[in-house]
């Protein structure tokens, strides 16, 4: 079975920009969450999404959003891209119902200049 | 919300065994205990998850006090390659908490021949 695979691996942009974060999760998983991980805060929960609906939502200003595809597969964008938003972004898949864990997938690497 | 508290970081020799505390005192009921290994540059990796008392899987054991307000990581034998940040997890069954997942600033192990 295919692991949660993350595109792109690597990515740079410049403040003020613009950015999509693409996210596939294992087949058959229905839940996918988004978490920003950086050497000062750690891991945080972004939001999750399930059945293409967020289902739940961290402390995350609203210029990032996501969604979810009809397939599992989920985005996040982040606009107005700031300086503080360079980080790994790691997206999680699960069954989404009771049980079993989280797969994390490689995460992108996200430098804002 | 449960927030979690674990040691900075540890040292150990290859073929000890490691055991690594994480504090939850306010953990709520429904509330899994869930660890997980992180290499660099990659996504976290489950180890192992409990509710309450003793669970053993392949590599690791669990143990988990009747208060439930703290539970410990057990690394039998370790190698090496177990050198990674180890983090304690509290929330729901499949990982998430309602949208207030927590993963806490993590352990890092360094293991030394």
């Known amino acids: 079975k295919a692991g949660v695979t993350q595109t792109p691996r690597y990515l740079i942009k410049t403040r003020g920009q613009q950015v999509t974060l693409s996210c596939s999760p294992i087949?058959?998983?229905?839940?996918v969450s988004w978490y920003q991980q950086t050497p000062g805060q750690g891991l945080q929960f972004l939001f999750e999404y399930f059945s293409e609906t967020q289902r739940n939502k961290g402390n995350f200003p609203g210029r990032f959003s996501g969604r979810q595809f009809s397939n599992s597969r989920s985005e996040m964008n982040v606009s107005t891209l700031e300086l503080g938003d360079s980080a790994l972004y790691l997206c999680?898949?699960?069954?989404?119902?009771?049980?079993?864990?989280?797969?994390f997938g490689p995460g992108t690497r996200l430098t804002v200049l | 919300l449960a927030k979690t508290t674990q040691p900075i970081s540890m040292d150990s020799y290859e073929g000890q065994e490691v055991n690594i505390t994480c504090s939850h005192n306010?953990?709520?009921?429904?509330?899994?205990i869930t660890w997980y290994q992180q290499f660099p540059s990659q996504g976290p990796r489950f180890i192992i998850q409990?509710?309450?008392t003793k669970v053993t899987n392949e590599v690791a054991s669990l143990f988990i006090p009747a208060d439930r307000k703290s539970s410990t990581l057990s690394l039998p034998r370790v190698s090496l390659s177990d050198t990674a940040v180890y983090y304690c997890?509290?929330?729901?069954?499949?990982?998430?908490?309602?949208?207030?997942?927590?993963f806490g600033d993590g352990t890092t192990l360094t293991v030394k021949p």
């Open positions: 409990g509710y309450k």
């Open positions: 999680a898949s699960s069954p989404g119902t009771s049980g079993g864990e989280q797969f």
């Open positions: 997890l509290v929330g729901d069954k499949d990982g998430t908490n309602a949208g207030k997942s927590t």
């Open positions: 087949s058959g998983h229905r839940s």
């Open positions: 306010n953990i709520a009921t429904n509330d899994y």
